[in-house]
């Protein structure tokens, strides 16, 4: 195998979902349906087509369902089998098999820097992406992918970057880099949530990263900051005075689940596209909310 393949991926999960509570309050943030999958399996999803085969995910306190999600369910694959439901039945035997996964409990709310780092024994000494699974990208090349082939170009590390409005920079890492080519930037330093007369650019990390291994012994040496976490921005910083580091601006459409709002534009764009919902959502919205002018009907509530 080549040093350069990357062929790990770690998803953190062990979050406390406090931006989606009450509904986070004993399910996990990453189960929440987007249309008809859970936040998490877009994630492994994009993996997988990348070219990741083993994926590691950091759960925590209240995440079985995670690991449930993606294992076999025997009771229900005998209950679709007898049902005469092929189509679900082969569609809940592919989940189990998409990957191989692992599974490692973070039992304290240390950062995202932690959360990478207890995947370290797994990782080993090879290179491996980093995905935060509330970051949907739709793109016709998977947004890892995109990453992953910079890396082989470049052997450093590689930030998933896009652009933001310039006054929303302050809810994101931004990097300060060079331009060295279309989309691509030299990292020459990062800083965590700016404020917008502060940030050096308005390229915000986007929750896609191809890291090599040192980033561990970096991480172990990284102080607490805000919170008491150990902030992966810290690391990263750490990193790029050591060796090369690059932005690449990702080609497709982000969509910011982790919030609110974000969860619920992703959730009609994602069912619009959807083969067997689409038109007939797309029916339901355009009588809902009509051009000025027009009258929107509502449905008289029983008294």
Do not use: W
């Not at 040093?3 to 989606?20: D, L, S, W, Y």
């Not at 007898?82 to 973070?106: D, E, T």
């Not at 029916?283 to 009258?295: A, E, F, K, V």
């Amino acid at each position: 195998m080549s040093r350069f393949e990357v062929r790990k991926a770690v998803i953190p999960a062990a979050g406390m979902g406090t931006r989606f509570l009450p509904a986070t309050k004993a399910s996990p943030k990453e189960m929440l349906p987007l249309v008809d999958k859970p936040l998490i399996q877009y994630a492994v999803e994009e993996a997988v087509a990348s070219g990741i085969e083993d994926i590691i995910i950091i759960t925590g306190r209240g995440k079985r369902a995670i690991e449930d999600h993606f294992d076999r369910s025997v009771e229900l694959e005998e209950i679709l089998k007898g049902s005469g439901k092929a189509h679900l039945l082969s569609q809940m035997r592919h989940i189990s098999s998409l990957a191989n996964f692992c599974y490692v409990r973070q039992t304290e709310a240390l950062g995202l820097g932690h959360a990478v780092l207890c995947a370290q024994r797994l990782i080993g000494d090879e290179p491996f992406a980093v995905m935060l699974g509330d970051e949907i990208i739709d793109a016709p090349v998977p947004g890892l992918a995109q990453l992953i082939h910079a890396y082989k170009k470049r052997h450093g590390a590689i930030l998933g970057v896009q652009e933001v409005p310039h006054q929303d920079v302050n809810r994101y890492g931004i990097v300060s880099s060079r331009t060295i080519a279309a989309g691509l930037h030299r990292v020459e330093d990062l800083v965590e949530k700016p404020a917008p007369e502060e940030a050096p650019s308005n390229l915000a990390v986007i929750g896609r990263y191809v890291l090599p291994p040192e980033i561990f012994s970096i991480l172990r040496k990284t102080r607490p900051g805000k919170n008491g976490e150990i902030q992966l921005t810290d690391a990263l910083r750490e990193l790029a005075k050591k060796s090369p580091m690059h932005a690449l601006e990702v080609q497709g459409q982000r969509y910011d689940a982790g919030d609110k709002l974000g969860f619920l534009i992703a959730t009609v764009e994602f069912a619009l596209n959807n083969p067997s919902l689409g038109p007939a959502f797309g029916d339901y919205l355009q009588n809902r909310i009509r051009p000025s002018g027009g009258r929107r009907t509502t449905r008289a509530r029983k008294g």
